[in-house]
C-alpha cells in the first residue's frame, strides 16, 4: 500500500504538467511569455474605458494556452494533418499586428490609467509576438533549405536560351 514503486508508476495531475524541459525551452518560454501578457492586457481592458479592445487579449490568450498546450503534450507530433509550425507563424503574425493596431489605439484615444496600461503591455506582447515568429521564420527557412538540398541540381537557362520568339 505504502510502496514507493507503485506510486511513483502512478502519474496522477503529473501527466497535465508540461515537462521541465519544454518549459525552459525558448519556444515553451515564448509561448508562456505571450499567454501572460494576454492575460494581463485582458484584465487591463476589462477594468479600463477601452472595454472594446478585450476580445483580441482574450482570443490570443485562448490561441497562446492552445499552443503551449499543444507542444508541452506533444499534440503537435500526433496530429500530423496540421503544419504546426506554419500554423503558429500565422497566428503570431496577425497577434503582432492586432496587438500594436489596438495599443496604438488605447494609448491614443484613451485618458485613463488602464488603456494606458494595456497599450504599453501591448506594446510589449507585439515584441514578443514578433520575437516567436521571427524564430519560426527562422526554423521554416531551414527546413525548406533541407528540402532543397535533398533534390538533385538542375541547370538554370536563362529565359532567352527556351524561348523560340524572335
Known sequence: MGDPEE???QPGLQVLLPSKEFL???KGLLLLGEAVLSFIIFIC???SYAVAFMTVPLIELLLAVFYFYAYASKLNEKFKGIHW???NFVHC???AILYFAISIAAVAQYYDGASKAAGVFGFIATIVYAVDFYYIFN???QFLKQGDSADPPQAHTS???DSDSD
Do not use: F, H, N
Request: charged fraction near 20%; charge should be negative.
Open 7 to 9: 506510486t511513483a508508476q
Open 24 to 26: 525552459t525551452s525558448r
Open 45 to 47: 481592458y476589462v477594468a
Open 85 to 87: 509550425p506554419a500554423s
Open 93 to 95: 503574425i496577425v497577434a
Open 139 to 141: 526554423d521554416l527557412t
Open 159 to 161: 529565359e532567352g536560351e
